[in-house]
């Protein structure tokens, strides 16, 4: 079946670092690949997604490439903010149907 | 976009007891799913519940333990039935837009 492998965190990091949260996936066919977060005491977030091989999802200065060859879904930021402290899990869904299939998340801890 | 709500949004109940959930979404949804989010664990899809027909339930979960209503395509309702320590979790609702995937806030039960 479809699963989906992140890193184990807490990631910790200070202000302004760089981020990249390593995920990668097996699935049959093509999925489609998304990113959310989870704020602490809220629900969660859809913060970027990508449907097709070598599409680029980006949104709030996060960005992830679909890499078909090597099935994976890195989440990249460029400059960490306290403000993203939060649980980041990669996810992707089968393309006939739309539950979603989760990684197990990745806490991250920005430091001023 | 869609806005969901929980009811509660978190209890603390005795074993052999049983806790319903609310899920009220601000808009019609056709497909409707419940999650659970086990501690530090990935999200586990529990079954998808669509106005007008039973449940559909996952492999590992059964109607006599999780028990859902749909009456109809604003509402859903999750029982967790004779709770035990190991229904410790969050659960969440979560609906499927033409747009996207919308989650609740979810519920965080406590068995003791």
């Known amino acids: 079946g479809d699963s989906v492998t992140q890193m184990e965190g807490p990631v910790t990091l200070s202000e302004e670092a760089f981020l990249t949260i390593n995920c990668t996936y097996t699935a049959t066919g093509y999925p489609s690949l998304f990113w959310y977060v989870q704020y602490p005491g809220e629900g969660l977030q859809l913060l970027l997604k990508a449907t097709k091989a070598d599409d680029k999802g980006s949104n709030k200065g996060f960005e992830a490439t679909y890499r078909k060859e090597t099935t994976s879904f890195h989440l990249e930021k460029g400059s960490v903010q306290v403000s993203d402290s939060a649980v980041y899990f990669c996810a992707l869904s089968d393309q006939r149907y739309s539950t979603l299939t989760f990684g197990k998340g990745t806490m991250l801890l920005v430091s001023p | 976009s869609a806005v969901i709500s929980q009811k509660p949004s978190r209890d603390i109940c005795q074993r052999g007891t049983s806790l319903t959930i609310q899920c009220q979404v601000d808009?019609?949804?056709?497909?409707m799913f419940w999650y659970r989010q086990q501690p530090g664990q990935s999200l586990t899809l529990i079954a998808t519940?669509?106005?007008?027909?039973?449940?559909?339930?996952e492999s590992g979960f059964v109607i006599d333990k999780f028990p859902i209503s749909r009456p109809n395509l604003t509402f859903s309702t999750l029982t967790v039935s004779n709770m035990s320590p190991e229904d410790s979790s969050i659960y969440l609702c979560?609906?499927?837009?033409?747009?996207?995937?919308?989650f609740g806030p979810g519920t965080r039960l406590t068995v003791t």
């Open positions: 979560s609906v499927v837009t033409i747009y996207e995937q919308y």
């Open positions: 808009s019609q949804v056709t497909m």
């Open positions: 519940a669509n106005q007008g027909s039973e449940a559909t339930y």
